[in-house]
């Protein structure tokens, strides 16, 4: 076994990022530019409200969206009211701002990819393993290639994000209009529907409860990613939990710990209310 040539690999990798890294700025420089921007234009509006005005903008919204049922408004007022008391209140707005701006970067690229693969057999099969790979991949790898091309701070943190939580809203769009039954499809080409009035009028609102499963796996998994991105510079509560554990401070750990716990339960019921909702798509 010793005397099988060895695949440089490693060479390989080192070399292709060295050279992307010399040759091509002009792609990730006006990338990085234009994230900049979006994550600090999410976070100055969610920082422009002070504490109690957003709180209770958000208790409204949820008491709108519950239809008056008040057990999560309640859970709303006292999970950030506590935040707020704990004094984790820009840091969580921060790492809000980067978990919409990866969120919605994964949405807007993800569910045109996941139609794609519906309607593309060809592309499925092409675009399933790299989905494999991005799920599989550990996180931390992630942050190799975005700290080399992009830097540290927000940016790299929601580049790192947007690839690891893409593959659910991917997976679930493809899997939520592959299951569209084909009498309706035939109903619709009987009524002489165009392509595209079939994806909006059939397709996709009879997806839907699919679909908003995958936006909220992609959330979710966008917020695991908190804690990782403060790594290479990424504000917000994991810097808060990664500087915990580097001074072993347990209390702080913990408590900032629970900050996450509670913004994700808040986005996890919030995505689940819509999704009940009789909107049309």
Known sequence: MNNIPQLPLVEWVDAAVSYLRSNARWVFDPISDFLDAFVN?????????????????????????????????????????FIWNLDFWDGTMLTLSLILSSSLIAIVIGIPVGIWMAKNKTVESFVKPILDFMQTMPAFVYLIPAVSFFGIG??????????????????????????VSNELIEASDAFGATGWQKLFKVQLPLAKNTIMQGINQTIMLALSMVVIASMIGAEGLGTEVYRAIGRN????????????????IILDRLIQVMNKQKYSV
């Open 41 to 81: 234009t999410i976070s100055d509006v969610l920082m422009f409200f002070p504490p109690l005005v957003f709180i209770v903008l958000m208790v409204l919204l949820t008491v709108f969206l519950t239809k008056k049922v008040w057990g999560l408004p309640v859970f709303v007022l006292l999970g950030l009211g």
């Open 154 to 179: 927000m940016v790299p943190g929601i580049i790192a994000s947007v690839i690891f939580a893409m593959p659910p809203v991917v997976r679930l769009t493809n899997l939520g209009i592959r299951e």
């Open 249 to 264: 401070q347990a209390g702080q750990g913990f408590a900032s710990g629970i900050a996450i716990v509670i913004l994700a």
